[in-house]
T-cell receptor
Framework: GIQVEQSPPDLILQEGANSTLRCNFS?????LQWFHQNPWGQLINLFY???GTKQNGRLSATTVATERYSLLYISSSQTTDSGVYFC??????????FGSGTRLQVQP | NAGVTQTPKFRILKIGQSMTLQCTQD?????MYWYRQDPGMGLKLIYY???????DKGEVPNGYNVSRSTTEDFPLRLELAAPSQTSVYFC???????????FGPGTRLLVL
């Protein structure tokens, strides 16, 4: 099956810093989503982005489907950004295959 | 809309017991999914359904059963609970024309 690799696995930032999270996938995908899992375990949709670039406030994402990777940018990080960020791809049966996540800790 | 709701939020089972995790969505979505998340890991697909009366296995179906008698409900049944089924279970749904999957709040299950 498709492999989804995220890097870095762990990231510690000071409040106000910027960061880039990466997601590599091993095959063509129909769908790619980014999620934030907050410290209470809730999964929050960030982006549906099979290709191109999208922005939502301090967050933006870019997917280069031909090169099989996606990037999530977090600017001016806040403590509320802490949690785990997951990349997930749809391999064609409309279900998602998840990466192992990037655990982000933003310190005040 | 309440979105995707799951009950219970937390449950402790003894080895060999059975239980049903409930999932309901009020968005009239055709596609519904069950995932499990083990500590420190991403989510893995257990079962999914493309519509009422149609279900199929995902990556880790052993020890679980599902049914889909209505569009709204997609219960997950655990028979003969084992410690390896200790996990957080997420239900999700997706519409036919919208690609975003929406997730419920999760059910935390502990099997002792």
């Amino acid at each position: 099956g498709i492999q989804v690799e995220q890097s870095p696995p762990d990231l510690i930032l000071q409040e106000g810093a910027n960061s880039t999270l990466r997601c590599n996938f091993s095959d063509s995908v129909n769908n790619l989503q980014w999620f934030h899992q907050n410290p209470w375990g809730q999964l929050i949709n960030l982006f549906y982005i099979p290709s191109g670039t999208k922005q939502n406030g301090r967050l933006s994402a870019t997917t280069v489907a031909t090169e099989r990777y996606s990037l999530l940018y977090i600017s001016s990080s806040q403590t509320t950004d802490s949690g785990v960020y997951f990349c997930a791809v749809d391999t064609g049966r409309r279900a998602l295959t998840f990466g192992s996540g990037t655990r982000l800790q933003v310190q005040p | 809309n309440a979105g995707v709701t799951q009950t219970p939020k937390f449950r402790i089972l003894k080895i060999g017991q059975s239980m049903t995790l409930q999932c309901t969505q009020d968005m009239n979505h055709n596609y519904m999914y069950w995932y499990r998340q083990d500590p420190g890991m991403g989510l893995k697909l257990i079962y999914y359904s493309v519509g009422a009366g149609i279900t199929d296995k995902g990556e880790v179906p052993n020890g679980y059963n599902v049914s889909r008698s209505t569009t709204e409900d997609f219960p997950l049944r655990l028979e003969l609970a084992a410690p390896s089924q200790t996990s957080v279970y997420f239900c999700a749904s997706r519409g036919a024309n919208k690609e975003t999957q929406y997730f419920g709040p999760g059910t935390r299950l502990l099997v002792l």
